[in-house]
């Protein structure tokens, strides 16, 4: 069993919104999460971070003020709330889990599951 399955993405528009779900097997009060995106040519980059307690976020700045994320604990989901999409948004996007009960940071290599991404096209 995938221990994170992303869904939500697909094509959109310019301006457009669009809402990300993962779902992680196990307790997500007890990991910190993240959001990270890889555009075709490019390097995997951090999206946004979520504590385990879903109190402490943190943004990139290519996405702050745009993007939301968020966490329901007693439902085990993380979400990413994309508004003001642009295509330079477009990419996959993968969902991410730390170590247990470990505060980690914005380096792809302090997470240790991944989901398999889900494709967001933005058209301009």
């Known amino acids: 069993q995938a221990q994170l399955q992303e869904s939500g993405g697909g094509l959109v528009q310019a301006g457009d919104s669009l809402k990300l779900s993962c779902a992680a097997s196990?307790?997500?009060?007890?990991?910190?999460m993240a959001w990270f995106r890889q555009a075709p040519g490019k390097e995997r980059e951090f999206v946004a971070s979520i504590s385990w307690n879903a109190y402490t976020t943190y943004y990139a700045d290519s996405v702050k003020g745009r993007f939301t994320i968020s966490k329901d604990n007693s439902n085990d989901v993380m979400y990413l709330q994309m508004g003001s999409l642009q295509p330079e948004d477009t990419a996959i996007y993968y969902c991410a889990k730390g170590p247990y009960l470990r505060r980690v940071g914005t380096g792809s290599d302090e997470y240790e599951d991944w989901g398999q991404g889900t494709q967001v096209t933005v058209s301009s």
């Open positions: 196990g307790r997500a009060d007890m990991f910190y």
